[in-house]
């Protein structure tokens, strides 16, 4: 058995909205979704996922991608480690970038893409990104010929999502309003008028993932929100709810495979 592995560097990429990551870990990432766009490209190793279209497997040479809100998971095939760069793009940045070419708001729909274009121009646009002396111009050109590269050929406009069922929506109101204070199960049940068993059923297989893990992403992004807004890992981590800060560290790594303390160091 192969000893753990989990090296993340997170780059400065000097345009906000924009982060780039390098990681190379045998970590088993659980269910979870992030707020960004993810474009990512396989360097060694591989992987197998869980996503909105059933799993799939990564290896070298892949790209990998996600749409804000979008489960998924990371396990490594064969107990091995397996290395990615992967950039992340906030919803507005990426609308800002490519709405001269899209009217419509758009989504990713693959999440594993076998495209030798694409891979090189994200290679062109991480290595633009993560300069030590970064040439806005080049940024911007590549970043504009990536996303247009990917969109383009592996992109649609986003249909439109009728969302999950009332009783479900009523729990997910609740977890979304207020993810800093604590909740049960009844109380959740109470709200959408089902049984604790019903109600926990009916979330897993709509959302994917059980109430509390929802609960612990939610209070994940809000961490994040907050460390850019200058608070410190131990002052995110209570007023996100966490009950310290080693609960928030082990929450945080898990989704996004980085410290609270490195993140917050990364941020432009």
């Known amino acids: 058995m192969s000893s753990r592995i989990h090296n993340v560097m997170q780059h400065k990429t000097g345009i906000a909205g924009v982060q780039a990551m390098t990681l190379v870990s045998s970590h088993h990432f659980p269910r979870h979704a992030h707020d960004q766009f993810g474009i990512g490209l396989i360097a060694f190793g591989a992987q197998r996922s869980w996503s909105g279209v059933g799993t799939v497997e990564a290896e070298a040479s892949d790209m990998i991608t996600v749409n804000p809100g979008e489960i998924h998971d990371g396990i490594p095939l064969g107990g091995k480690p397996r290395g990615w760069r992967i ?24 999440p594993v893409v076998r495209d030798t274009l694409l891979a090189q121009n994200f290679t062109r646009l991480f290595a633009c990104l993560t300069d030590r002396h970064p040439d806005p111009l080049c940024a911007e050109e590549q970043l504009i010929r990536a996303l247009l590269s ?13 969302g999950p069922s009332p009783r479900v ?30 109600l926990l059923r009916g979330f897993v297989r709509e959302m994917g993932i059980t109430p509390h893990a929802y609960l612990v992403q939610l ?24 009950s310290d800060q080693s609960h928030l560290t082990r929450a945080f790594v898990r989704q996004c495979g980085i410290t609270p303390g490195r993140y917050r160091e990364a941020l432009p």
Do not use: N
């Not at 929506?169 to 089902?194: C, F, H, M, N, Y």
């Open 87 to 110: 950039i992340y793009f906030e919803p507005a940045t990426m609308a800002g970038l490519v709405h001269e070419e899209f009217c419509k708001p758009v989504e990713i729909t693959r």
């Open 150 to 162: 990917l969109l383009k050929r592996h992109g649609v406009a986003r249909p439109r999502f009728d």
């Open 219 to 242: 209070r994940v992004r809000l961490a994040r929100r907050l460390l850019a807004q200058g608070h410190t890992p131990a002052q995110a981590a209570l007023l996100a709810g966490f």
């Open 169 to 198: 929506a009523k729990a997910i109101g609740r977890l979304d309003s207020a993810p800093q204070d604590p909740v049960t199960l009844a109380e959740l049940a109470a709200l959408s008028g089902v049984s604790r068993f019903q």
